[in-house]
């Protein structure tokens, strides 16, 4: 077939990073390794019923033990970043309460300069959703303002060991998403929530996901903080924080469904952004929940503004966002509760779904959605350099040769390129994944690799879509230089 997508590739700047992507829990296996403490998802997997086959991230991909392999793999895709992240309790098994494994950093050592031999940047993440589970038992993790002082040591002792090798430093992946999932909805540990809105046995869907936020907001700055006042003169890295983020496309022209649409945003990702850029939360949040919000201190806002250095931003799909504040909407529907902003998301309008459907069900291919959601934050956020640190497709089948996904990078990606070519500063764009892995509640029922993995044998065997991200980032280049 045909490899689309090259023609766009000189919109990409010099020294743009094209990686793969990938988190510990989803890759890494062997859970108690060279002294690794339990974790929360270790906990929550191995509880029955959480996981849709009943599997778990103990073995994973066993990225642990096969991390040369697969950074020959990366080695051969031409990337020239690796986006990971790196085990909480595999460097502190009982947080601030127990010993500094040096056995655990000794192995992330060894990744980053494996890495750092073949020319691939080290991206990389303090905590993608993991915590130590010694932290929930002891004060509820995020839940506790206590959580602070924990993250902090544990950000200073990463940037400590590994900082004078690593340029690019992320707090946390996609903070909206754990305190959604696991507070709101409570799918994802610590499986809370109230009666009405899921099957959890505590919790408090109207409060918690706020304060664990909060508090999530607060250790991101405290770990910036560290990383500047510390650490940033000498070893000359950046650091920023990844948003899992939606575009939402107003469901008709009316300035009603047109504000649900910009609620949308300011109930999902602005949440944290904008205390992180601005020292405040979104103006219809306060608007929306009053008291609900909990207040930043003078000391807070301190350390605040301008915390970061770069926005990462994970970008898969959009939905339609239409109005529920002055209209009616039916109760149950997705966003239609004040905690979302009162808009209901949906991927149909009259009849039809705002982009291609796949086997993921809350994954629709729409590209144009790329180029939106870049500009969106581009604007509001006074153009801070970004990342996407995630993009991708998934599917249920066993496909290798997997021409969709192939033209699902190649539209995003397109679509990316205009967004950089009006002026976006985007610097990095991180496939998910280079390999199939395990995919959360969904366990290994969906695959996202440009590398096809057996889940028995754990081999690796390259899909249609790893050549073609090889050809891809090889033109993009040789035009780059040439
Ligand atoms: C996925 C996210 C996605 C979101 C869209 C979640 O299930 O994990 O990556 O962007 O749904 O609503
Ligand atoms: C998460 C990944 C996940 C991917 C696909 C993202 O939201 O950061 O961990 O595998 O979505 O669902």
Same mark, same amino acid.
Request: charged share 20%; with cysteine.
């Given at each position: 077939?045909e490899?689309?997508?090259?023609?766009?590739c000189?919109?990409?700047p010099d #020294?743009?990073?094209? $990686?793969? +992507?990938s =988190?510990?829990?989803?890759f890494?296996g062997d &859970?108690?390794?060279?002294? !690794?403490?339990?974790?929360?998802w270790?906990n929550?997997t191995?509880?029955?019923?959480? /996981?849709l086959? $009943?599997s #778990?991230g103990?073995?994973?991909?066993?990225?642990?033990?096969?991390y040369?392999e697969?950074?020959?793999l990366?080695?051969?895709?031409?990337?020239?970043?690796f986006?990971?992240s790196?085990?909480?309790a595999r460097?502190? @098994? *009982?947080g601030?309460?127990?010993n500094v494994?040096?056995?655990?950093?000794?192995?992330c050592?060894?990744?980053?300069?494996?890495?750092?031999? *073949?020319?691939i940047? @080290?991206?990389?993440?303090?905590t993608?959703?993991?915590v130590p589970?010694?932290?929930?038992e002891?004060?509820?993790?995020?839940?506790?303002p *206590?959580i602070? /002082?924990?993250?902090?040591?544990?950000?200073?002792?990463?940037?400590?060991?590994l900082?004078?090798?690593v340029?690019?430093w992320v707090?946390?992946?996609e903070?909206?998403?754990?305190? &959604?999932? $696991?507070?709101?909805?409570?799918i994802?540990?610590p499986?809370?929530? =109230?009666?009405s809105?899921?099957?959890?046995?505590k919790? #408090?869907s109207? !409060?918690? @996901?706020l304060i664990?936020?909060?508090?999530?907001?607060?250790?991101?700055?405290?770990?910036?903080?560290v990383?500047?006042?510390?650490?940033?003169k000498?070893? %000359?890295?950046r650091?920023?924080i990844v948003?899992?983020?939606?575009w939402?496309? @107003?469901?008709s022209n009316s300035?009603e469904d047109k504000?649900a649409?910009?609620r949308?945003? =300011?109930?999902?990702m602005?949440?944290?952004?904008d205390?992180?850029?601005?020292g %405040?939360?979104p103006?219809?949040?306060?608007?929306?929940l009053?008291?609900l919000?909990?207040v930043?201190?003078k000391?807070d806002?301190?350390c605040m503004?301008n915390s970061l250095?770069? /926005?990462g931003i994970?970008h898969?799909?959009?939905?339609?966002?239409?109005?529920?504040?002055?209209?009616?909407?039916?109760?149950? +529907?997705?966003?239609?509760i004040? =905690?979302?902003?009162? +808009?209901?998301?949906?991927a149909?309008?009259n009849?039809?779904?705002i982009?291609e459907?796949?086997?993921?069900d809350?994954?629709?291919?729409?590209?144009?959605?790329?180029?939106k959601i870049?500009t969106y934050?581009?604007d509001?956020?006074?153009n801070t350099?970004?990342?996407i640190t995630?993009?991708?497709?998934?599917?249920?089948?066993?496909?290798?040769?997997?021409?969709?996904?192939?033209?699902?990078?190649?539209?995003?990606?397109?679509?990316?390129?205009?967004?950089?070519?009006?002026?976006?500063?985007v610097?990095g764009?991180?496939?998910?994944?280079l390999l199939?892995?395990?995919e959360? &509640?969904?366990g290994?029922?969906?695959r996202?690799?440009?590398?096809?993995v057996?889940?028995?044998?754990?081999?690796?065997t390259p899909?249609?879509?790893?050549?073609?991200? %090889?050809e891809?980032?090889?033109?993009? %280049?040789?035009?780059?230089t040439?």
């Amino acid at each position: 077939m045909e490899l689309k997508g090259s023609s766009y590739c000189s919109s990409f700047p010099d #020294n743009f990073l094209f $990686g793969t +992507a990938s =988190s510990s829990y989803q890759f890494e296996g062997d &859970i108690l390794a060279d002294g !690794k403490g339990l974790s929360n998802w270790d906990n929550f997997t191995h509880s029955s019923g959480n /996981i849709l086959d $009943g599997s #778990n991230g103990d073995i994973a991909v066993d990225h642990y033990h096969l991390y040369l392999e697969d950074i020959d793999l990366m080695e051969k895709l031409s990337v020239n970043s690796f986006r990971f992240s790196i085990s909480w309790a595999r460097i502190l @098994p *009982k947080g601030r309460f127990g010993n500094v494994n040096m056995a655990g950093i000794d192995h992330c050592s060894k990744c980053i300069d494996a890495l750092l031999r *073949k020319g691939i940047q @080290p991206f990389v993440t303090l905590t993608h959703y993991d915590v130590p589970q010694e932290l929930e038992e002891r004060y509820g993790a995020w839940l506790s303002p *206590k959580i602070r /002082i924990d993250f902090q040591y544990y950000a200073d002792i990463c940037f400590k060991f590994l900082g004078n090798r690593v340029k690019y430093w992320v707090t946390f992946n996609e903070p909206n998403v754990v305190a &959604i999932r $696991g507070y709101r909805s409570g799918i994802y540990p610590p499986s809370r929530c =109230s009666r009405s809105y899921g099957n959890c046995s505590k919790g #408090n869907s109207e !409060k918690e @996901p706020l304060i664990a936020a909060h508090n999530m907001i607060l250790c991101h700055a405290a770990a910036v903080n560290v990383y500047r006042t510390k650490y940033q003169k000498e070893q %000359k890295g950046r650091i920023g924080i990844v948003m899992n983020s939606v575009w939402y496309e @107003p469901f008709s022209n009316s300035s009603e469904d047109k504000l649900a649409a910009e609620r949308a945003q =300011s109930f999902y990702m602005n949440w944290f952004l904008d205390p992180i850029m601005f020292g %405040k939360y979104p103006e219809e949040m306060h608007r929306l929940l009053g008291p609900l919000l909990p207040v930043f201190s003078k000391k807070d806002l301190e350390c605040m503004s301008n915390s970061l250095d770069f /926005i990462g931003i994970n970008h898969y799909t959009s939905f339609y966002s239409k109005d529920c504040m002055y209209s009616y909407c039916e109760s149950g +529907a997705a966003g239609v509760i004040k =905690s979302e902003g009162y +808009a209901l998301r949906t991927a149909i309008r009259n009849g039809a779904l705002i982009g291609e459907p796949t086997e993921i069900d809350w994954l629709y291919v729409y590209p144009q959605g790329m180029e939106k959601i870049v500009t969106y934050i581009k604007d509001r956020y006074n153009n801070t350099p970004m990342f996407i640190t995630e993009n991708g497709v998934g599917t249920t089948s066993y496909i290798r040769n997997d021409v969709k996904r192939v033209e699902y990078m190649s539209s995003y990606l397109d679509s990316l390129a205009t967004a950089i070519r009006k002026g976006a500063d985007v610097r990095g764009y991180f496939a998910w994944a280079l390999l199939d892995n395990f995919e959360w &509640i969904y366990g290994f029922t969906i695959r996202f690799g440009l590398y096809h993995v057996d889940f028995h044998t754990l081999k690796r065997t390259p899909r249609l879509s790893a050549a073609w991200y %090889k050809e891809f980032i090889e033109t993009s %280049k040789s035009i780059q230089t040439s």
